[in-house]
């Protein structure tokens, strides 16, 4: 009996299954799955079921060797050249693989099993570390370099939480080492003070009294005085104002806290309080910094002991002592940067330390009648500043100096003289009482009156006219630049920048930086 014939109307619907039969074999949920050698289209392509996965033909087949690239080869070999044959364009990574080439094959972050590699790059098919931030959930990388597709500890100054640690650098976290790396864009974020020399943390406004006699707001009595709204009018009250508790903020009539032009708990605000608005934050302890903005300042003096205080000048803080002591330190440990002490006149120095600690860095005192920095009794750092053009100071009613007299340092304390510029005195530029002889060290002493130090152990630097224009830094043809290593030099000059600029770091306050 002859086979029976199918009419046309039966024959069209099997042949159009027929001509799909292979769209269905290759079309699949993710691409590379597989359960058989036919759902893999790529010629010479072969499922392996134990994974799932099509693996290429020149993965299968090609030789070993020690092929730069890897892009085809065995399992654990590669091709001697790095052999591209029958390479599918989703099979390889960004990076140079050493094994079989398969479609990794993920359309979302499910299919991306390796914890080192959670996120699904959908566009290639392939899992990497990260594509934001999200993605990263490791203590210490919690941030995505989203070009390298690999989470970091930071790649900005927002990922790095720990107040102590506020800089990303090369997407690591750490402390900050200059003023700058703190600046603020507005009152009511901080001073724009590293405090580099205590922890690393960039200050904040909660901790920070303010003086500021050219803010036409200041005032030494009002209740909120000492924020940078209104801050304290003369010097000795604003470092007063550190010596006692901060008292609490106000409480509004509607039982909220007042602030500046907001309400608090249903309330409305009783004026500008002390705990809202851009001067305020302030706690109920004492404050350890004092921001002095100038130029014009009175003098102050500290005398508190087991504190630590932190003075910042700003805006040219510049302290006229006229017939008092510019800075006077007799307790605690107090650190100075940026002020310019001078024109004090014939019967006290310009900065007095005869108790406690005084670090002075990146500070000028000159133009004061009876000398610039006398320390007797007391621990000093002095580094990166400038003592020059001062008048004749007597001590103990015999000994005359003129830029610094170094005396008795009480045991424990420290007693460093660096990179100081010491020029232009009436008398010896340093001098160190009998039985001190401290060490003056990467110093520029020079064209001072009578000689240049006595007693101390002063390591001469450079010699000749140092070549320093009128505001005390160096030119581009002075003798003191490139003369120490930089272990034996401070780590950034007066102005703040890094040193060594050069492969030396230069003698005196200033690094010079070519223009």
Same mark, same amino acid.
Request: with cysteine.
């Given at each position: 009996m002859?086979?029976?014939?199918?009419?046309p109307?039966?024959l069209?619907?099997?042949?159009?299954?027929?001509a799909l039969?292979?769209?269905?074999?290759?079309?699949?949920?993710?691409p590379?799955?597989?359960?058989r050698?036919?759902?893999?289209?790529?010629?010479g392509?072969?499922c392996n079921?134990?994974?799932?996965?099509c693996?290429?033909?020149?993965a299968?087949?090609g030789?070993g060797g020690?092929g730069a690239?890897?892009?085809?080869?065995?399992?654990?070999?590669d091709?001697?050249?790095g052999?591209t044959g029958?390479?599918?364009p989703?099979t390889?990574?960004p990076?140079?693989?050493?094994g079989?080439?398969?479609y990794?094959g993920?359309?979302?972050?499910?299919?991306c099993?390796?914890?080192?590699?959670?996120?699904c790059?959908?566009? @290639?098919g392939?899992?990497v &570390?990260?594509?934001?931030s999200t993605?990263c $959930?490791t203590? !210490? %990388?919690?941030?995505?370099d989203? #070009?390298?597709?690999k989470?970091v500890?930071?790649v900005?100054?927002?990922d790095?939480t720990?107040?102590?640690r506020?800089?990303?650098d090369?997407?690591?976290?750490r402390?900050?080492k200059?003023?700058s790396e703190?600046?603020t864009a507005?009152a009511?974020a901080?001073?724009g003070?590293?405090m580099?020399?205590?922890?690393g943390?960039c200050?904040?406004?909660?901790?920070?009294?303010?003086?500021?006699?050219?803010n036409a707001?200041?005032?030494?009595?009002?209740?909120?005085?000492?924020?940078?709204?209104v801050?304290?009018?003369?010097?000795?009250?604003g470092?007063d104002?550190?010596?006692?508790p901060?008292?609490?903020?106000p409480v509004?009539?509607?039982?909220?806290?007042?602030?500046? @032009?907001?309400t608090?708990g &249903?309330?409305?605000?009783?004026?500008a309080? $002390?705990d809202g !608005? %851009?001067g305020?934050?302030i706690? #109920?302890?004492?404050?350890?910094?004092?921001v002095?903005?100038g130029p014009?300042?009175t003098?102050?003096?500290?005398?508190?002991s087991d504190r630590?205080?932190?003075v910042?000048?700003?805006?040219?803080?510049t302290?006229s002592?006229?017939?008092?002591?510019?800075?006077h330190v007799?307790?605690?440990t107090?650190?100075v940067r940026?002020?310019?002490?001078?024109g004090?006149?014939?019967s006290?120095?310009?900065v007095?330390?005869d108790?406690?600690?005084l670090?002075l860095?990146?500070?000028i005192?000159?133009y004061?009648?009876?000398?610039?920095?006398?320390v007797?009794g007391a621990?000093f750092?002095?580094?990166?500043?400038?003592?020059a053009?001062?008048?004749?100071g007597?001590f103990?009613?015999?000994?005359?100096?003129? &830029?610094?007299?170094?005396g008795?340092?009480?045991?424990?304390?420290? %007693?460093?003289?660096l990179n100081?510029?010491v020029v232009?005195n009436?008398?010896?530029?340093v001098?160190?009482?009998?039985?001190n002889?401290?060490?003056?060290?990467?110093?520029?002493?020079?064209q001072?009156?009578v000689?240049q130090?006595?007693v101390?152990?002063y390591?001469?630097?450079?010699?000749?006219?140092p070549?320093l224009n009128?505001?005390?830094?160096?030119?581009?043809?002075?003798?003191?630049?490139?003369?120490?290593?930089?272990n034996m030099?401070?780590?950034?000059?007066i102005?703040?920048?890094?040193?060594?600029?050069?492969?030396?770091?230069d003698?005196g306050?200033?690094?010079?930086?070519?223009?």
């Open positions: 002859s086979a029976p014939r199918l009419s109307a039966r069209f619907p099997l042949l159009a299954l027929a039969a292979p769209f269905a074999a290759c079309t699949r949920a993710t590379g799955y597989c359960t050698d036919q759902d893999c289209g790529d010629a392509a072969t079921t134990n994974i799932n996965t693996i290429m033909a020149d299968a087949n030789t020690a690239g890897g892009a085809g080869g065995s399992p654990g070999s091709g001697a050249a052999d029958g390479d599918h989703a390889d990574g990076s140079s693989d050493t079989a080439d398969v990794h993920c359309v979302d972050n499910h299919g099993t390796d914890p080192s590699k959670p996120a790059q959908i566009d @290639g392939v899992c &570390g990260c594509l934001s993605d $959930t203590a !210490g %990388a919690r941030a995505c989203t #070009a390298a597709t989470c500890e930071c900005g100054n927002s790095c720990d107040p102590t506020p800089v990303c090369n997407q690591a976290c402390g900050c200059v003023d703190c600046a507005g009511a901080g001073p003070v590293c580099f020399h205590l922890d943390h200050a904040t406004d909660s901790e920070t009294v303010y003086v500021a006699p050219g707001a200041c005032s030494d009595s009002a209740a909120n005085a000492g924020t940078s709204l801050p304290f009018c003369t010097s000795q009250a470092i104002a550190t010596a006692l901060a008292a609490p903020p509004d009539a509607g039982g909220g806290t007042s602030d500046a @032009g907001n608090d &249903g309330g409305a605000d009783a004026g309080g $002390t !608005g %851009a305020s934050g706690p #109920a302890s004492p404050r350890p910094l004092v002095m903005r014009s300042l003098e102050w003096s500290f005398n508190i630590t205080l932190t910042v000048g700003q805006s040219s803080a302290v002592p006229g017939g008092h002591i510019g800075v007799s307790a605690g107090v650190y940026s002020l310019h002490v001078t004090g006149q014939t006290q120095p310009g007095v330390a108790g406690g600690e670090h860095d990146r500070c005192v000159d004061n009648g009876a000398g610039g920095v006398q007797d621990g750092e002095i580094t990166n500043s400038v003592l053009n001062n008048g004749v007597t103990n009613g015999s000994t005359s100096w003129s &830029g610094a007299l170094l008795v340092v009480p045991a424990g304390k420290p %007693a460093t003289f100081n510029t232009n009436m008398a010896p530029g001098v160190c009482t009998q039985g002889s401290h060490n003056v060290l990467g110093s520029i002493l020079s001072n009156t000689a130090s006595l101390c152990n390591a001469v630097c450079c010699t000749g006219d070549g009128a505001s005390y830094h160096l030119t581009a043809t002075s003798p003191c630049k490139d003369q120490l290593p930089a030099s401070t780590a950034y000059d102005d703040g920048n890094p040193r060594p600029y050069n492969t030396l770091s003698c306050a200033d690094e010079y930086v070519v223009p």
